[in-house]
């Protein structure tokens, strides 16, 4: 009888872990059993609620279109809320795959933070001003906790051999 290949990557020491990738440690829910920062946890939380706000808008944008608001050009219309879909859609998958620890979420929590900055300081400069900080104080807060060290530590998992979806 054989024994199966032994995978160096994982120590069979680790209490909890069978050495074949998949840890029967629960206490968090993180990759490899560590604690989840509450940095991740936040920013996961904003990026949700920004994909939720972006869905909010795309409901509003087709009731307005059905009750016979004026456009320019209805195509220009449903390209608009085509993006503002597929960018909801985005950032719901960035929000739970950052939860989740994957590398490839911080940049594009990055990258949304920054999009949103770019709106919020305009509106808040604008006149609006309770729209914009409410638009700049969780991105700010996002970007900040995007470079704490543990988030950076958290959210290094590669995907592996499983499929992330």
């Known amino acids: ?8 990557a994982h120590d069979p020491a680790v209490p909890g872990d069978d050495g074949q990738g998949t840890s ?7 990759p490899g059993g560590g604690q989840r920062p509450k940095g991740i ?3 996961s939380i904003v990026v949700l609620l920004e994909a939720l706000a972006l869905l909010t808008a795309a409901a509003l944008y087709v009731y307005q279109l059905a009750t ?10 449903v390209f608009t809320l085509g993006l503002l879909l597929a960018f909801s859609a985005w950032l719901f998958a ?4 950052l939860f989740r620890g994957y590398r490839w979420t911080r940049a594009a929590a990055l990258v949304a933070q920054l999009f949103v900055l770019t709106i919020g300081f305009p509106t808040m400069t604008g006149g609006l001003a309770l729209a ?4 700049v104080v969780p991105a700010l ?19 592996g051999s499983r499929a992330a979806l």
């Open 141 to 159: 807060a996002g970007i900040v906790l995007l470079f704490d060290k543990r988030v950076i530590a958290f959210a290094s998992r590669t995907g």
């Open 1 to 8: 009888m054989s024994r199966p290949p032994l995978n160096p």
């Open 132 to 135: 914009g900080l409410a638009m």
């Open 94 to 97: 960035v929000s739970h795959f």
């Open 24 to 30: 029967h440690n629960n206490s968090a829910g993180a």
């Open 68 to 77: 016979g608001a004026p456009v320019t050009s209805f195509w220009g219309a």
């Open 41 to 43: 946890v936040v920013i």
